[in-house]
């Protein structure tokens, strides 16, 4: 891990709510995005060092990894993971063990546990910060998630599944989804973009609204959109099968019946 150096990341997160300029948000997700951060744990593990051979000035190594798992605190009924800036800030759980980790890794151990609703940053202190898991993530990963050719491999990597029933909306020039559809049903092999908001490109003529049950797998863009009124901020994992439920004009609803995925 690179030096512990968030000072950048602790003086934004200073700046009162109220205070804080579009600049200010941008400049804090970029510190974010770029930071180390340090993790909660409790080692499962005994280290074992490796002194065969050490010359004086060398440093002592590991024979093996340690073994961890990430602290939790539940707050209001959800699973929250505390992150810290510093040591100072880690001390007001208590006395803990914390590893430094870049925040993109502390995005891998959060989506290989599944079970985390929110973050937050400094908890304890008067400038912590909270996220829920979706925001934390998209934020973390958005280099990699602007790059849309890229977004299947994302899908496969990063998707979580609803933690609700939730309606999407897909706006079309065409009824795309009614003429491709067989029997009803409408099937796609590819990632597939709608809006959590009925905002985006609302001149088109055709809208599809999307029933889609708890657990199917999706990746929210949030923040990352530039312009929420003309691209979608969510993408389904394929594959997927949508029944016609109902139609009223130029207005067709769908059940997500089906998701495969690979």
Known sequence: MSNLDNSKLKELMHIDPGDMTDKDRGDLFDELKNANLLVPVNFTSQPSFNTDNLEDGQAVTLDAPLSFEIIKIERNGLNVLPLF??????????????????VRDIADLIIEDGNIDEIVINPNTDYSIGLNVQAFLLNCLDDNLKNLFDIEEDLKKYSIPLEHDTVLFLRSETPFMFEEAEDGIF????????SMDDVCNVNFK?????????????????NIVEDVTKEPDVFLAPKLKFQLINQDENTFEWLCIEQDVE
């Open 85 to 102: 800036t510093d040591i100072d800030a880690s001390s007001q759980l208590g006395n803990i063990n914390v590893i430094g980790f870049p």
């Open 187 to 194: 099937s796609t092999d590819v990632p597939f973009g709608a």
């Open 206 to 222: 055709y809208l599809n609204k999307l029933y889609i049950p708890k657990g199917t797998m999706f990746l929210y863009l949030s």
